[in-house]
Every structure is written in C-alpha cells, then in structure tokens.
C-alpha cells in the first residue's frame, strides 16, 4: 500500500501538484538519473535516452522542460531558471502551452530575467551560464506576448531563422544582456534593429511579430 501511494503522490506532481515527497527519491522511482535538479524539479522521467521533468523557475512556477542524457553522463544535471542543464549542455523547455501551477510558458514569463543567479552564477541574464553558447555575455530572451508574457525562450548565439524555433515572426517584447540586432528576414535581411534595452511592447518599433533572425552585436559592429 506505501508504495501505490508513492506511485500516485508522483503523478500528482507530474501534473502540477504540490511538491510534497522528496524529489531524488520520485526521480529515482521513475527511471531517472541522480542530480541536484530534483531539488527543484518533480515529475521526472526518462523516455528515449532524454530526461523530462516540471521544474520551478525564478518565480517559483513550473516549467517542463527536458534534456539529453547522453552528453550529462559525467556530469550533474541541475535546474538553471527551470531550465534542465549539465555541463556544457543546456536542455529545451517544452512548449506545452500551459505549464504548471498556473505558470508554465503562457503563465507570464520572466518579467526582469534571472535577477543575476543561475547555476554556477550565471543565469540567463547574470553573465550566462559557465559564459554562454556562442554568445558570451550577450543574452536575448523573447516572449510570444507583450509586457513579458506568455511563451518564452532566451538565445545567447546567433539565430540565423527563427523558422527552426517556436517564435519565427511570434515575438512581442525581448529582455537583452548586451546589444542584439533583429531582423524581420532570415539571414539578418529585411528590416532591421540594434536592440540595447528590454522593450515590454514591439508595436512602437514595427516588429511586433515579424523577427525571424538575431544575433548579439559584439564590439560596435553588427557581427
């Protein structure tokens, strides 16, 4: 009987229950490896060679995301803003559009980054985490909706077509760490910007959803 009523407490969580039995041990009961982000994940599972699993973000609100396995086999897997990361690998959030306890992608973003922490004192807009991919300190995160709301995703490397992402002409307001160029076109062509502050609504800029390609500005130059 104790273990049925573990089993169901771990499909509580799956589906956006309170966190109310210690992580590691649900992680385990399903298959998935040992890490620090059960501390603040639950729901996990492995399906395919790829974690998955409900973790908080900096607002204390669930986000699904995943990651795979293969390249964190040496190294511990962790939660970065509810985000799955491990060494030198950083995870994807699923875009399920709803999310947990009242968050998840359409639940209302961020609203102001990370405040500077992140895993290894980093996060997405605290200097990046272990330096970033491709990116440096740069960062951009987008939102499907204005005033930082709804679906997200932060880019730290050159996004050559958003057309290979969620948000190719579906981004409304942008959060930066460093200055980025976005264009309406792919291949940084078309309409573009220099972006060097957050901009709660792209109505006033003409790119309300229209952006298909970013990339950090480095050293005054566009490239």
Known sequence: MKTIAFIAAGAVLATGGLMSVPHSAEAQ???????SYAETC??????QGRLYAD???TRNRSRSTSIEL???SSS?????????VCYGVRGQFENNG?????????????NGGNNGGGWNGGGNNGGGW??????????????ADRDYR?????FRGEQYNLGNTDFNDQISSIQVNGPWEVCSDSGFRGYCQIVEGNIRNLNSSGLNDRISSMRPVRGGNRW
């Open 150 to 154: 709804g679906a997200f995703q932060t």
């Open 29 to 35: 009961s399903r298959g998935a490896p040992r890490g």
């Open 55 to 57: 973790c908080l973000d």
């Open 70 to 72: 293969a390249p964190c």
């Open 130 to 143: 272990n330096g970033g991919n491709n990116g440096g300190r740069n960062s951009i995160t987008v939102f």
């Open 42 to 47: 639950s729901g996990a599972y492995v399906n």
């Open 98 to 110: 709803g999310g947990n306890n009242g968050g998840g992608n359409n639940g209302g973003g961020w």
């Open 76 to 84: 511990d897997i962790a939660n970065d803003g509810g985000l799955l």
